[in-house]
Nanobody
Framework: VQLQASGGGLVQPGGSLRLSCAASGSISGIVLMGWYRQVTGKQRLWLADIKKSGQAMYADSVKDRFTISRDNAKNTLYLQMSSLNPDDTAMYFC??????WGQGTQVTVSS
């Protein structure tokens, strides 16, 4: 399967965005999918993942602000982001176990 992330852009502090990650094939059998982000020159950081069962886990930095979900019928992974702040500015990547990455979508939080 291949992944295509989209939905990034420029948003003001306190705003919201929803990222999408469209898969080229069925995701219903993928046991784990997730989102990471990376600032240029820094390590890629895990944000959230969601199991096939729907169980989700979050990094402390985004817990209560971000929500991960998957729509198996649409073969799409989502990341709903709210209360965004400048520290959330990064390239966001989706991931499917084992080892498939999307190309990234840029999120910039600035006034």
């Amino acid at each position: 399967v291949q992944l295509q992330a989209s939905g990034g852009g420029l948003v003001q502090p306190g705003g919201s965005l929803r990222l999408s990650c469209a898969a080229s094939g069925s995701i219903s059998g993928i046991v784990l999918m997730g989102w990471y982000r990376q600032v240029t020159g820094k390590q890629r950081l895990w944000l959230a993942d969601i199991k096939k069962s729907g169980q989700a886990m979050y990094a402390d930095s985004v817990k209560d602000r971000f929500t991960i979900s998957r729509d198996n019928a649409k073969n799409t992974l989502y990341l709903q982001m709210s209360s965004l702040n400048p520290d959330d500015t990064a390239m966001y990547f989706c991931y499917a176990y084992p080892g498939v990455w999307g190309q990234g979508t840029q999120v910039t939080v600035s006034s």
